[in-house]
């Protein structure tokens, strides 16, 4: 049985020329010091801030695909709010006489198929707070947001 690890997911996009880059780290322990240590990023274009953090978190989630359990740190409550909305979600688009495609209906369909049988849970961070406000979690979590934001500056 795996022991279970910590993936902080995040993102920052440009919305006029709808690039971004996404980062993430992995970590065994949450009480490492992590500035930039081991963030992985990527380029990701044709995409908005939604789809963006989706897109990032489905590329970690199939690089880390023998982890079973993670817990995730995203500050996107779209994605933390996507396994409660499973089944409407992916009812959308078969119960209606002219069936409404989801905007990132490909990505949800995704997404439900690889946290199918794994042991994940989603955790809600605050992204921005002030520096004195931060605890360990909210340091690493700015970390890897910091990233991607230096990513994307570097190209635009």
Same mark, same amino acid.
């Given at each position: 049985?795996n !022991?279970?690890?910590?993936?902080?997911?995040?993102?920052?996009?440009?919305?006029?020329l709808?690039?971004?880059?996404?980062?993430?780290?992995l970590?065994?322990?949450?009480?490492l010091?992590?500035?930039?240590?081991g /963030?992985? +990023?990527?380029?990701?274009?044709?995409?908005?801030?939604? !789809?963006?953090?989706?897109e +990032?978190?489905?590329?970690?989630?199939?690089?880390? /695909?023998?982890?079973?359990? $993670?817990? #995730?740190?995203?500050?996107?409550? @779209?994605?933390?709010?996507?396994?409660?909305?499973?089944?409407?979600?992916?009812?959308? @688009? +078969?119960q209606?006489?002219k069936?409404?495609?989801?905007?990132?209906h $490909?990505?949800?369909?995704r997404?439900f198929?690889? /946290?199918?049988?794994?042991k994940y849970?989603?955790? !809600?961070?605050e992204?921005h707070?002030?520096? @004195?406000l931060k605890n360990? #979690?909210?340091? /690493?979590f700015?970390?890897?947001?910091?990233?991607?934001?230096t !990513?994307?500056?570097?190209?635009?």
């Amino acid at each position: 049985m795996n !022991k279970n690890k910590y993936l902080f997911v995040d993102g920052s996009v440009d919305p006029r020329l709808k690039i971004g880059y996404g980062a993430y780290l992995l970590l065994d322990d949450l009480s490492l010091n992590t500035d930039n240590f081991g /963030i992985k +990023t990527k380029k990701f274009q044709e995409t908005s801030s939604t !789809k963006l953090e989706l897109e +990032t978190l489905l590329w970690a989630l199939l690089e880390l /695909i023998n982890e079973d359990n $993670l817990t #995730i740190y995203t500050d996107c409550q @779209n994605i933390v709010s996507l396994p409660l909305r499973k089944e409407k979600l992916l009812a959308q @688009n +078969t119960q209606h006489l002219k069936p409404r495609t989801l905007l990132n209906h $490909l990505l949800y369909e995704r997404f439900f198929s690889i /946290i199918e049988n794994k042991k994940y849970q989603f955790v !809600k961070v605050e992204g921005h707070k002030q520096k @004195n406000l931060k605890n360990n #979690i909210d340091r /690493i979590f700015s970390s890897v947001d910091r990233e991607a934001r230096t !990513k994307l500056r570097d190209i635009i």
